[in-house]
């Protein structure tokens, strides 16, 4: 089974400074893991997602994450916070061969102070 | 073209009504999703079709049932809801597999009185 922890419900960040949302996973196949943001009202979008390869992912509007196997993490970062990266953030893990199961995080909403 | 649209974006039903939901895509694509999501919670996978067959079903109710007419269109059967199946449902497409992106659609509203 595949399971995804993400710590915090809700994380507030200055404008300017380091965004952290800390995700944790544990499955018993290699994962594949996957960070989505919500925006009020809106459908899911990917930010980034890690399969295999380098262990440190690029996405877009600035976000990385870097899969660690040894504590089984998959952290999502952004080097200075913009007033537009306010929403629900989701992590989230498959690895099912031949299947399309999304294991979710509980999601963490991040909130940005001027 | 990565677009999922969903109709409609809102939809009011009462416990004794027959709605549809409908989702499109033509990126391609040959899995696709629905989803329910309650306020403040994560999506629930409901049913997933893989080259348009049933291929997961989450032990959803009955009064829930799924359609894929085609490789492009997805439809979700509503009848004799509850209030508690109020909430946000999504449709996404993938390529297939479980590495794959998938795609979310911007999801319609419902609310059963």
């Given at each position: 089974a595949q399971s995804v922890t993400q710590l915090g419900s809700h994380v507030s960040v200055s404008e300017g400074a380091l965004v952290l949302l800390r995700c944790n996973y544990s499955s018993s196949v290699p994962p594949y893991l996957f960070w989505y943001v919500q925006y009020p009202n809106q459908g899911l979008q990917l930010l980034l997602k890690y399969t295999t390869g380098a262990t440190l992912v690029k996405g877009i509007n600035g976000f990385e994450a870097e899969f660690k196997k040894s504590e089984t993490s998959f952290h999502l970062t952004k080097p200075s916070a913009h007033m537009s990266d306010a929403a629900e953030y989701f992590c989230a893990v498959s690895g099912f061969q031949g299947a399309q199961k999304l294991v979710f995080g509980q999601g963490t909403r991040l909130t940005i102070n001027p | 073209d990565t677009e999922v649209t969903q109709t409609p974006k809102h939809l009011v039903m009462g416990m004794t009504n027959k709605k549809s939901l409908k989702c499109e895509q033509h990126?391609?694509?040959?899995a696709m999703y629905w989803y329910k999501q309650k306020a403040k919670k994560p999506p629930e996978l409901m049913f997933v079709y893989s080259y348009e067959k049933l291929?997961?079903?989450?032990?959803?109710?009955?009064r829930f049932s799924p359609e894929c007419p085609n490789s492009s269109l997805l439809n979700l059967h509503l009848h004799a809801?509850?209030?508690?199946?109020?909430a946000l449902y999504l449709c996404a497409s993938s390529v297939?597999?479980?590495?794959e992106t998938q795609y979310f659609g911007p999801g319609t509203r419902l609310l059963v009185l």
């Open positions: - | 990126m391609g694509h040959r291929s997961i079903n989450e032990s959803v109710p009955s809801l509850q209030p508690e199946d109020s297939q597999g479980a590495m």
